[in-house]
């Protein structure tokens, strides 16, 4: 990634780089999860789904990403 446009998060505890400008949708597009199995906390706040589209990401954020795993 050209580092003039890159943005450094945390994912998970562990840094992340992602295009300046990067929202929650095109981040879980970019690691291939689906919006409607996940829970995203950013900075301590759980995020609404209906939000993802319209919450950008900034450096040095932190991302939660819970996953919805079924099984028995």
Do not use: R, S
């Amino acid at each position: 990634m050209n580092n003039l446009n890159v943005a450094k998060i945390q994912l998970n505890g562990i840094p992340y780089e992602i295009n300046d400008g990067t929202n929650l949708n095109e981040l879980l597009n970019k690691l291939k999860i689906q919006k409607n199995k996940v829970a995203i906390e950013v900075n301590g706040e759980i995020v609404e789904k209906n939000k993802y589209p319209n919450l950008i990401l900034n450096k040095d954020d932190k991302v939660e990403i819970v996953q919805f795993i079924g099984g028995g």
